[in-house]
């Protein structure tokens, strides 16, 4: 990533005002390092070392704060789960010290996972395909990078060594010593084999027990922190604790993931039928098998799993084996199971994010679990710790108010979707509604196909309620598994043929599904990069009307699933390539690498107009006396590098802090940042360090530049919000 021009302005910094304030709030200063002796030693403890936590530890401690990861297991796990990455969180890992590049080297080439295949057997006829991938996300026109396709577990190794960056460690607990070493000692350390299992509320913070095997004795340590962070997955302990509750729809399908690899038949994929998922359907077994890396032969197989009927000990490796050869079609030679796991699909959000006096908050699956489809679940987790890591940050800092952890409810919780002008979603249930429609969407392939998955949850809900008390289990077994078998013939080669009146009926109406892009979605880039926040640390527009109506006429668009990028406040930064104006720069980067990865830095843009200079002066001004760090960006027309090869430097004069870029269109789009995201050029945009838009207004709008400006900062800070 290039690094961009700005020392910060060194001079006239300091008004004490806010530090007065600061050193008049209890709650504050415990939840700083240091204090008194009884105060939390540790800023923050994060439970759970999976992708969520440990992002959020990333981030945490590349803005310098301190923290610690307790985790359950002893190793990480090797069972595969998430595997898409979407456009949204790959733009936050090019900010993990070049994590995003990492994964595009390290996952398979897009060839091989772009499709979706509907077929009777990985070797019978194909039933129908559908290719997710489009020119535009080669030609990283709305993003300067792309989706991938990479295992948790990877994901999970690259996350580890980016730690290991910036001088995180993992420790066993052998090599910690027993339960009285020093909190100081734990700082910035994964400890593995740490079983968070109490947390008790003290006047200044929180003491959490950890329990850990210490030479084959189970010992507890107690932790002293300000903040206690629950990124420990769906059935999340700390979540207990705190005594939050989810809502939503519990076990909408059980089912058994199969962990295997197989060079053959990554092989013979690789060359005959390459893709990410496979929907297999035949008379002896249904499933689906997500390629993970069809390189190196490496799949996880889904299929259903009716309990208590089935009893998961009846998929043993050598079941498995026998169900993944009838899927296949062929047998490989070579198949190994690795490991099996059974799990339940939900679809719920946390009743509220934050708890325990604004000191335990919930991020990842802890907050929300989602149905796997459209692939949501980690992707929402990794944003939900890009949203709080800077808040936190600030917060520790003694700049913000402790009230902003509120806001990082009201926006992961309820954002604003650009839907419809005013019709606020809420992330997590959104994304559940979504994931939900995507699991629906599904479904109706083999119910097209005569398989409808609801009549055989119905047919087991009807044994398990009617037969459950009368038949002896292994009778219900066999008529659960009788009736299923006879519902799998209506995918036999006889049915299922273009020469069969129902079969070629059902084929129709599966080809009609696929086309009309009614099956299951690999991409949803409304919502991906479109999601809005409404209410949280941001202000309200004071903007022209003609904006609001220009930005109405998008909805349509909005609603057919395409992205419509919007400079409209809670939005993401719209991307657009720009290339430094001074001669002395070089390169061409994206507009959201304004904004620096490396330090908590708000950005305010404006185009070269003498107005909008005078507010950005302001604005650099009393961001100094918020001490926030900041810088000007400001944006020039296409061609203006020769013409104006002073810059801005007569305008925002004794700043430093600011960057003169020049604009560059696509070929095929001859309009400027501002006509493309259909906002005046007299628009001053103040960007959050996590890349949304947290005010937008027009100098003419601004009455009294120093005051308005200092309310919006307090506004964004939360100093001006009632305590909670
Ligand atoms: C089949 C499948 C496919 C999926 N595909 C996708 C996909 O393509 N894209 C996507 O975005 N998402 C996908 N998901 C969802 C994704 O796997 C999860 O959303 C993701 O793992 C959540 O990460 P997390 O860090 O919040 O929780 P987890 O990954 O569950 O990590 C939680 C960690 O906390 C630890 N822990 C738990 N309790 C404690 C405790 N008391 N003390 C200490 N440690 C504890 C656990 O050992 C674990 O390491 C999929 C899920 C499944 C099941």
Redesign the pocket.
């Known amino acids: 990533m290039p690094s961009i021009a700005g020392g910060l302005f060194s001079a006239g910094r300091g008004i004490s005002w806010l530090r007065l304030r600061r050193l008049q709030r209890p709650l504050l200063s415990s939840l700083s390092a240091g204090g008194g002796s009884d105060a939390p030693h540790l800023p923050v403890v994060i439970?759970?070392?999976?992708?969520?936590?440990?992002?959020l530890s990333f981030l945490l401690a590349k803005f310098g704060i301190k923290c610690t990861v307790?985790?359950?297991?002893m190793e990480?796990?090797r069972h595969?789960?998430?595997?898409?990455?979407?456009n949204r969180?790959m733009e936050i890992f090019r900010k993990f010290d070049g994590l995003a590049g990492d994964i595009e080297r390290a996952q398979p080439p897009v060839d091989l996972w772009r499709k979706f295949i509907y077929c009777t057997s990985l070797s019978g006829s194909i039933l129908g395909s559908v290719d997710h991938m489009k020119q535009e996300d080669f030609d990283k026109v709305v993003s300067p990078i792309s989706v991938a396709h990479f295992s948790?577990y990877k994901l999970?190794d690259l996350l580890l060594k980016k730690l290991d960056g910036v001088g995180f460690q993992t420790c066993f607990p052998d090599e910690l010593g027993g339960s009285s070493a020093q909190d100081l000692l734990l700082e910035n350390k994964i400890l593995m084999g740490?079983?968070?299992?109490s947390i008790e509320l003290t006047d200044d913070g929180i003491l959490v027990g950890?329990s850990f095997n210490n030479g084959g004795r189970m010992q507890e340590r107690k932790l002293h922190c300000g903040l206690l962070l629950g990124?420990?997955?769906?059935?999340?302990?700390?979540r207990e604790l705190a005594g939050i509750s989810m809502k939503g729809e519990r076990d909408l399908q059980q089912?058994v993931?199969v962990h295997f690899v197989s060079r053959d038949l990554g092989k013979y994929l690789s060359s005959e039928r390459p893709g990410m998922l496979f929907f297999i359907f035949n008379p002896d077994a249904i499933g689906v098998l997500?390629a993970h890396d069809l390189e190196h032969g490496e799949f996880?197989l889904?299929v259903p799993f009716y309990p208590p009927q089935q009893m998961f000990e009846d998929f043993s490796a050598k079941v498995c084996e026998q169900i993944i050869v009838k899927l296949v079609g062929w047998e490989p030679a070579d198949i190994q199971v690795l490991d099996i796991k059974p799990?339940a699909?939900h679809a719920e959000v946390a009743e509220k994010y934050v708890g325990c006096d604004n000191r335990v908050i919930l991020?990842?699956?802890?907050?929300h679990?989602?149905p796997?489809a459209?692939?949501?679940?980690?992707?929402?987790?990794?944003q939900d710790a890009h949203n709080l890591a800077w808040k936190l940050c600030l917060l520790l800092n003694g700049i913000a108010d402790p009230s902003i952890i509120q806001t990082y409810e009201s926006e992961r919780k309820p954002v604003r979707f650009f839907l419809h002008a005013f019709c606020s979603f809420n992330v997590a249930t959104f994304n559940t509604e979504l994931s939900l429609e995507n699991f629906k969407a599904a479904m109706s392939i083999p119910a097209t196909l005569g398989l409808d998955p609801t009549i055989a949850n119905s047919v087991h809900r009807v044994i398990n309620s009617s037969l459950g008390s009368i038949i002896p289990r292994n009778l219900q077994k066999v008529v659960l598994e009788g009736l299923f078998s006879i519902g799998r013939t209506q995918v036999s080669d006889y049915i299922l043929s273009e020469n069969n009146p129902l079969g070629s009926l059902r084929l129709a109406r599966l080809r009609s599904i696929l086309d009309e892009g009614k099956s299951l979605q690999l991409q949803f880039p409304a919502e991906d990069l479109g999601f809005r926040y409404g209410k949280g640390a941001l202000v309200a527009e004071d903007c022209a009307e003609s904006t609001y109506q220009a930005e109405d006429l998008k909805h349509s668009k909005r609603s057919s699933g395409e992205y419509i990028p919007s400079a409209k406040v809670g939005s993401r930064l719209p991307h657009m390539l720009v290339r430094p104006l001074s001669a002395s720069s070089e390169g061409v980067f994206s507009t959201l690498d304004l904004v620096s990865g490396d330090k908590i830095e708000f950005v305010i843009i404006i185009a070269p107009l003498k107005e909008s200079y005078k507010l950005a002066q302001a604005m650099l001004r009393i961001a100094d006396e918020f001490e926030l760090s900041s810088k000007v960006c400001v944006m020039w027309p296409q061609g203006s590098r020769d013409v104006e090869a002073k810059g801005s430097i007569s305008e925002l004069a004794p700043w430093t802090n600011y960057v003169d870029v020049e604009e560059i269109p696509r070929a095929t789009v001859n309009s400027s940042w501002w006509e493309m995201y259909q906002v005046s050029n007299r628009s001053v945009i103040l960007v959050r360090p996590d890349e949304h838009i947290a005010w937008r207004t027009e100098p003419d709008m601004v009455r009294d530049a120093y005051s308005d400006v200092r309310r919006v900062f307090s506004q964004i800070l939360s100093l001006n919000r009632p305590q909670v």
Do not use: Y
């Not at 459209?374 to 990794?382: L, Q, S």
């Open positions: 439970v759970g070392a999976g992708p969520v936590g440990l992002a307790l985790e359950r297991s990480f796990t595969p789960r998430a595997h898409f990455i979407n969180t948790q999970v740490h079983e968070c299992s950890a990124a420990d997955g769906a059935r999340s302990k700390v089912l993931s997500v996880v889904q799990w699909m991020v990842g699956d802890a907050a679990r989602f796997p459209g692939g949501f679940g980690m992707n929402t987790g990794v």
